[in-house]
């Protein structure tokens, strides 16, 4: 596989790759292997998809999953997309916080709007509307963060894959 941790800028990182072998054999591969990555790994797979993500022993808040959707080619191969991205818990808690930003910047910004065409001082809206972009901001940072922090584990995970899909 070549290296889509480090080649790409989003923050759920997508790759494709093409394998000759059919996809139950792979599904059954994936299915074998969960037993004995345990503890260390996680396998997880209904119907033609698979998600590989850490243990339990070492999980962390940041640490990342692998999603597997496996696709019949008309070759008798098999192509597989892939996605990385973080545990649902905290993808939900950001998702959260992104709504509740943007909630509260259009608030202010109709409270600005109102107030500016009473002829009233709006200087507070406007205060909250530039703390939200800063919130905006910020909450991208430590997304960025949290991928770098979660990128050796990315590592583990897609050798693992390699590993699964070559045996």
Not at 13 to 28: A, M
Not at 57 to 82: A, M, N, Q, W
């Amino acid at each position: 596989m070549s290296d889509p941790l480090k080649s790409q800028t989003p923050l759920r990182i997508r790759f494709e790759k093409q394998v000759s072998q059919p996809v139950e054999l792979l599904i059954k591969k994936f299915k074998n292997a969960k037993e004995k990555v345990k503890p260390k790994f996680q396998i997880k797979q209904i119907d033609k998809h698979v998600w590989v993500s850490m243990g339990q022993v070492d999980r962390k808040y940041y640490s990342p999953h692998l999603h597997l959707e496996f696709e019949e080619t008309e070759e008798k191969g098999t192509h597989i997309r892939c996605l990385f991205g973080p545990e649902s818990g905290l993808w939900t808690m950001f998702m959260f916080f992104h709504f509740a930003v943007a909630g509260i910047f259009i608030m202010f910004l109709t409270f600005a709007y109102s107030n500016w065409a009473m002829g009233h001082s709006f200087t507070l809206d406007m205060a909250v509307m530039l703390l939200m972009v800063i919130a905006w901001f910020l909450l991208y940072f430590f997304a960025r963060l949290n991928r770098r922090r979660g990128l050796p584990q990315a590592k583990e995970i897609e050798k693992l894959v390699e590993q699964i899909i070559e045996e």
